[in-house]
């Protein structure tokens, strides 16, 4: 569906107006062409003060999305269009992985354990998201090397910038190992992106900083890396609801349990 140019928030200049407008017509002219056709309005606004580089707010019937300042001013403009409306076909098109429902109930599961916590809250919130986003990248990465809207070189630059080479080290043992936890899985899921979507690892750059960043974690919990690597490399694209409540129950649960130190409960 054609996309529309809508306002913006913050003091942002028409040109950038013109530039997003362009680039989002651009995008989904190739979701069309590809086949992942919009059956819904897709616009947009410009947020100069968002700290990161961009999101999707579903309203009355219709997609918004939020652009910040300096992804409006970046090469990786396109690249995220592309990414954004991916996340919009999966809604639209209802795929398990961007059910609201069924996302909220594999959180309830997990009851109160382990969640008292803010920063355990959004750990689990964005181990949901890092899932949704592998699906919709299953789309938006082959779109974005077809279109040009960005090379396999920009690609690899990007995703070995997510890879973290150092743990969290704060002295609170039980806050550093969630945390640490975390920053295992979100490698993970750079590096089985990578491998899944054939993006070059020129220079081993990411997998060697995941290796140094596992040599400085205990060594019972490093041994869980190969089950978070395991995990997102082989996500099914044709999953029913009920399976994939069940694997999202089972994965959040398992990584509360190993984040937790029930290291003697079952084991990945």
């Known amino acids: 569906m054609l996309s529309t140019s809508e306002g913006n928030f913050g003091s942002t200049s028409i040109r950038r107006d013109e530039r997003v407008a362009q680039a989002l017509g651009h995008a989904v002219r190739t979701m069309s062409e590809a086949g992942f056709e919009l059956r819904r309005p897709v616009g947009f606004v410009i947020d100069a003060k ?23 001013d970046s090469k990786m403009l396109g690249g995220l269009l592309m990414h954004e409306l991916s996340h919009i076909y999966r809604m639209q098109t209802n795929h398990p992985s961007h059910n609201g429902h069924l996302l909220s109930e594999a959180i309830r599961s997990l009851g109160s354990r382990g969640l008292s916590d803010v920063y355990k809250q959004r750990i689990i919130r964005d181990l949901v998201n ?5 699906y919709a990248d299953e789309i938006a990465v082959r779109l974005m090397t077809q279109s040009g809207a960005l090379s396999k ?41 990578m491998r899944k979507q054939a993006i070059p690892d020129t220079g081993d ?15 019972e919990l490093s ?29 959040l649960n398992e990584f509360v349990r190993v984040a937790e130190g029930d290291e003697g409960e079952g084991g990945v």
């Open 50 to 72: 968002l700290l990161f580089m961009g999101y999707t707010l579903p309203q009355d019937g219709r997609f918004t999305i939020v652009v910040s300042g300096m992804a409006a």
């Open 205 to 219: 750059k990411a997998a060697s900083s995941n290796e140094r960043f596992l040599a400085l974690l205990p060594g």
């Open 153 to 193: 070189r920009e690609l690899t630059a990007f995703f070995q910038s997510w890879v973290k080479d150092e743990p969290v080290e704060s002295g609170n043992t039980k806050r550093d190992r969630w945390l640490n936890l975390a920053i295992m899985a979100k490698n993970a899921r750079a590096i089985s992106q």
């Open 130 to 134: 890092d899932i949704q986003d592998l």
């Open 223 to 251: 041994r869980h890396n190969t089950y978070f690597e395991k995990l997102l490399s082989n996500l099914k694209e044709d999953v029913s609801a009920d399976a994939y409540r069940s694997f999202l129950m089972d994965y």
